[in-house]
């Protein structure tokens, strides 16, 4: 074979492969973009229903609604983990998740994964409420990873 048709051969075997490592680091830090993304959203409302939750308000209808887009579903629990609220919520999912009892035992935000509906898992954030006059709750924000 000339050299002319190895050397060929060769720079398009290089410029193949750095467009295939350019595609895989491309995917994945979109992928990763993506995900914090949704975390960062959750995260956010359980934060801001928690807020309203502590200065001894109900989530009313219009909080409701801004806490809810992007299909976040948030879940006001008691202590005992009975849902006094839900927003936004599947109707065919069930509202158990070990989340909160991980947040209720701690007395601090946590977060996790689990399943609520289907076979989708979605990202949780728990955040512990103590309003004032009232029994100690738990708010939580969940939103699926699969729009993603």
């Given at each position: 074979?000339?050299?002319?048709?190895?050397?060929?051969?060769?720079?398009?075997?290089?410029?193949?492969?750095?467009?295939?490592?350019?595609?895989?680091?491309?995917?994945?830090?979109?992928?990763?973009?993506?995900?914090?993304?949704?975390?960062?959203?959750?995260?956010?409302?359980?934060?801001?229903?928690?807020?309203?939750?502590?200065?001894?308000?109900?989530?009313?209808?219009?909080?409701?609604?801004?806490?809810?887009?992007?299909?976040?579903?948030?879940?006001?629990?008691?202590g005992s983990?009975?849902?006094?609220?839900?927003?936004?919520?599947?109707?065919?999912?069930?509202?158990?998740?070990?989340?909160?009892?991980?947040?209720?035992?701690?007395?601090?935000?946590?977060?996790?994964?689990?399943?609520?509906?289907?076979?989708?898992?979605?990202?949780?954030?728990?955040?512990?409420?103590?309003?004032?006059?009232?029994?100690?709750r738990v708010?939580?924000?969940?939103?699926?990873?699969?729009?993603?």
């Open positions: 074979m000339p050299i002319r048709w190895r050397l060929t051969l060769f720079i398009a075997l290089v410029i193949g492969a750095i467009l295939i490592v350019l595609g895989f680091a491309l995917y994945f830090l979109s992928r990763s973009a993506l995900l914090a993304n949704v975390e960062d959203t959750t995260r956010s409302r359980a934060i801001s229903a928690a807020n309203t939750i502590e200065s001894g308000e109900l989530l009313s209808g219009d909080d409701v609604e801004q806490l809810t887009l992007d299909g976040v579903s948030v879940i006001v629990r008691d983990g009975e849902a006094i609220q839900t927003a936004n919520f599947p109707a065919s999912g069930e509202a158990r998740d070990p989340v909160w009892r991980e947040a209720v035992r701690s007395g601090k935000a946590t977060s996790g994964m689990a399943v609520l509906a289907g076979d989708d898992p979605s990202y949780i954030y728990a955040v512990p409420v103590d309003p004032p006059g009232g029994p100690a708010v939580e924000a969940a939103s699926p990873y699969e729009p993603v």
